[in-house]
């Protein structure tokens, strides 16, 4: 008997506060890690009657920055009255990566999947989250790729933009192979706030951050990017949906 595609639920949440929408992954989280405990014992066929509902949050947040475990502080360059003036809030998260913004006009995606339903490989499962985001780009004429020794999808530099620019970054976090975190991409976001952080740790005059606005000169419908998002992630990841 052929397996089974796993199977997804889409949700979006925008204009969702950061830490509700961390704390509503968490709560995802817990829920498939207690179903993988209470079915482990099963047999074969009981185990094949379960189904695990892997979630997949489209969410625009609020501005604040995030810092993974593995970020330094002295990447934020603002201070605690900076922040509190310009209404921007600060975590330290449990994702992988350095530093980088959430805020309106950006689409973050956070995939909780059980990666024993799909593949048990994280570098699999970061470079096919590049490759979701590179088919969304190529529906609007943007060619993504990704940078050698960098996480997140880039952009060539052209003769406008003589730069390697950063549209879409990437950090997340497993535990018991389920999945949280996931990716931003900056679809109309203001680049400016990206001016008060060293993005992603990355220290390089070279490279720059850049958004689907600033690249297409105009204005991009959030709820478009989600629609067209939804069947890549189908097909790249291989699961059917709700």
């Known amino acids: 008997m052929s397996k089974k595609n796993p199977i997804v639920e889409f949700s979006s949440y925008l204009g969702i506060a950061y830490k509700e929408a961390w704390e509503l992954q968490t709560f995802i989280h817990e829920e498939l890690k207690k179903n993988k405990l209470e079915w482990r014992d099963l047999s074969k066929e009981d185990r094949a009657q379960k189904t695990q509902i892997n979630k997949l949050l489209f969410c625009e947040h609020n501005h604040v920055y995030t810092l993974g475990k593995s970020g330094s502080e002295d990447h934020l360059l603002y201070g605690a009255k900076q922040l509190a003036d310009e209404d921007i809030e600060y975590f330290k998260i449990n994702r992988g990566g350095d530093i980088t913004y959430h805020g309106p006009g950006q689409l973050t995606g956070y995939p909780i999947f059980d990666l024993d339903e799909f593949f048990t490989d994280v570098h699999k499962y ?26 997140g999808v880039w952009l060539h530099p052209n003769k ?23 990716f931003a991409l900056n679809v109309n976001t203001d680049i400016k706030y990206f001016n008060h952080i060293i993005p992603c740790g990355i220290e390089d005059k070279d490279k720059a951050v850049t958004s689907m606005q600033l690249e297409l000169g105009k204005k991009v419908e959030m709820k478009e990017v989600i629609e067209r998002l939804k069947p890549i992630f189908a097909t790249v990841f291989e699961f059917d949906y709700l």
């Not at 970061?126 to 996480?151: D, H, K, M, N, S």
């Not at 406008?160 to 192979?177: D, E, F, N, T």
């Open 160 to 182: 406008l933009q003589p730069r390697k620019r950063k549209i879409c970054a990437i950090g997340v976090h497993l535990s018991r192979w389920i999945t949280m975190h996931g």
């Open 126 to 151: 970061v470079r096919l989250l590049e490759e979701c985001v590179i088919q969304l780009l190529a529906t609007y004429g943007i060619e993504g790729y990704r940078e050698e020794g960098f996480t």
